[in-house]
Nanobody, 123 residues
Framework: QVQLVESGGGLVQAGGSLRLSCAAS????????MGWFRQAPGKEREFVAG????????YSADSVKGRFTISRDYAKKAVYLQMDRLKPEDTAVYYC????????????????WGQGTQVTVSS
């Protein structure tokens, strides 16, 4: 298991931007696929974006496609989520997650989770 700590959440007006960071500890960060999930009050957790172990491929949910960008830094053992043109419906607790399979092809494969960071978008 890798330990994950998110940061960068906060309050922003609709149309604004935030950059979330996830710091990872462990020896095999480069072997994990990494992803971001979010959960709004009263709703189920949903997948937001992911990146494969190699960083060569990324994917995102339709709801954020074109607005959010995931990236990773192997030297810093960090993963980021750049969120642009934020909408009120983006309001949620955002969680960083790691997938030991390296592919991030299924939400069920993400087995390590951070504690979350709150993102609130006002209209």
């Amino acid at each position: 298991q890798v330990q994950l700590v998110e940061s960068g959440g906060g309050l922003v007006q609709a149309g604004g931007s935030l950059r979330l960071s996830c710091a990872a500890s462990g020896r095999t960060f480069s072997l994990y696929a990494m992803g971001w999930f979010r959960q709004a009050p009263g709703k189920e957790r949903e997948f937001v974006a992911g990146i494969t172990w190699s960083g060569r491929s990324t994917y995102s949910a339709d709801s954020v496609k074109g607005r959010f960008t995931i990236s990773r830094d192997y030297a810093k053992k960090a993963v980021y989520l750049q969120m642009d043109r934020l909408k009120p419906e983006d309001t949620a607790v955002y969680y960083c997650a790691a997938d030991r399979t390296g592919w991030g092809s299924s939400p069920h494969d993400f087995g390590s989770w951070g504690q979350g960071t709150q993102v609130t978008v006002s209209s």
